[in-house]
């Protein structure tokens, strides 16, 4: 894979997992802020009609007359902005009695109206819950035809009348500030996903750069420790061969003797083996013909070929081609049969079994 691919691959991989990381995070603290929302709202849906309905209890306990109770709290909200949060007021019979129209105040609310899913969704009429002279809290959901936007509406009962204290959230209000907090959030996780890619690309340059020097400064040093490992094989090979050459130059391919008063020159290529007999060392031709020589085994062992002749024991070394048969003995010993023929055996022992094998299989 090109340098320039790797990189990008890189690149792309980081940036697949920091958009992956950074949008889950995202959605997260976006729902998280949604429902959070949407429960302070509930919470100060009921605050506030607690707090108001308290304050209505505390005008009836000293005597302010009704009338004159509810036309304080109308003149307190007429004409208070009504697309997102408001108060009202109805009695059981679900008559408005307060609203920041003046021209809803009087009418009554019908069982078609609306329906009320309180916190735990049980549906019901709205005026069933005006009805029920209990508090509650809940989503006020109308009619399509009716066109008006469901409510989070908080339900209170003032004590020492037949009021009921409504606060209202408009849910599309809320939706609203919601989506403009969702695009705030998808505002700050573009800017964070272009920040963090930016840096990132940056990183990635700078630390693939400096892995690349690296790697580089490995190969050059791998291919001069390559460069010296040759130069040594070559040099052992050069000795190698040297002392291959001194060994081949102690390798005799003839061997002088005496046959009587003669002076022969015995081919080593003909003789099938060489023992110790009553303290002499003779030569066994494969001709038939044996002669006595002055050397011992261990000298004539070091001028031979031992690719071509084998130490058997202290009495034999022999050639290869003049084994005519192998055969077990005793314990992991070794009979070998020579030709020409021999009267005895010659014996392998167990320590040189192996060894032997080895030499055979060269």
């Known amino acids: 894979m090109k340098k320039h691919n790797l990189y990008i691959l890189t690149f792309l991989a980081v940036s697949l997992v920091i958009v992956t990381a950074t949008f889950i995070t995202t959605r997260y603290l976006y729902h998280s802020a949604k429902e959070n929302l949407f429960q302070n709202k509930f919470e100060a849906a009921v605050r506030e009609s607690r707090e108001i309905g308290k304050l209505l209890e505390l005008q009836l306990e000293e005597g302010i007359p009704k009338e004159k109770v509810i036309e304080n709290l109308q003149n307190s909200i007429v004409n208070t902005d009504i697309k997102s949060d408001f108060i009202c007021m ?3 019979n679900g008559i408005e009695l307060c609203h920041p129209n003046p021209a809803l105040v009087g009418q009554k609310i019908d069982e078609n109206n609306s329906v009320f899913y309180n916190d735990v969704n049980v549906q019901s009429n709205f005026n069933t819950i005006l009805q029920s002279g209990n508090g509650n809290v809940g989503i006020r959901k109308f009619p399509k035809n009716k066109n008006r936007s469901s409510q989070i509406v908080s339900v209170y009962p003032v004590k020492g009348s037949d009021w009921m204290l409504a606060s209202h959230t408009n849910i599309k209000v809320l939706e609203a500030q919601v989506s403009n907090l969702y695009l705030n959030f998808l505002l700050s996780f573009i800017i ?42 070559n040099q052992l090979n050069n000795q190698q061969v040297k002392i291959n050459d001194s060994y081949n130059e102690q390798i005799k391919k003839r061997i002088t003797t005496y046959h009587k008063d003669e002076l022969i020159s015995v081919s080593v290529t003909d003789i099938a083996f060489i023992s110790l007999q009553d303290t002499v060392i003779y030569i066994q031709m494969f001709d038939g013909m044996r002669y006595a020589i002055n050397s011992s085994l261990d000298e004539i062992s070091k001028v031979l070929d031992p690719k071509e002749f084998y130490r058997a024991n202290r009495q034999y070394l022999i050639n290869i081609r003049a084994i005519s048969s192998i055969l077990l003995y005793g314990k992991n010993q070794l009979k070998l049969t020579l ?3 021999l009267k005895e055996y010659v014996i392998i022992s167990k320590n040189k079994a192996s060894d032997f094998k080895n030499w055979l299989e060269q």
């Open 339 to 341: 030709k020409p023929d």
């Open 192 to 233: 964070s996903v272009v920040l963090i890619l930016t840096l990132s690309f940056f990183l990635i340059k700078k630390i693939y750069k400096s892995f690349i020097l690296q790697t580089e400064q490995e190969i050059d040093y791998l291919n001069e420790q390559i460069i010296n490992l040759t130069a040594l094989n």
């Open 90 to 92: 109805y009695n059981t």
